[in-house]
């Protein structure tokens, strides 16, 4: 099993070279232009990552916090039960 992890190994090393040398010529950019993109690209869906998660935990407060307060002041008040 290792012989065969050994070859694939060095067949998709030789698709990884094929493939860049192909990418280079397609686009007419050296391929680091690609790898800078996917960084950038990278930085920015983190960026959004973050927001997202900062809106969702507000809106969490938003919802369960009114709600929580309701909750005290129902405890605050006296029963409403009427005594004969």
């Known amino acids: 099993t290792f012989a065969v992890l050994v070859f694939r190994v060095a067949r998709a090393r030789r698709w990884d070279t094929a493939w860049g040398e192909q990418w280079e010529r397609d686009h007419g950019h050296p391929l680091a232009a690609l790898h800078r993109t996917k960084q950038r690209n990278l930085r920015l869906l983190m960026g959004v990552r973050w927001l997202t998660m900062a809106l969702f935990f507000m809106a969490l407060g938003a919802v369960f916090g009114p ?8 405890r605050a008040m006296s029963p409403a039960i009427a005594k004969y």
Do not use: E, I, S, T
């Open 67 to 74: 709600m929580l307060g309701a909750l005290k002041g129902l």
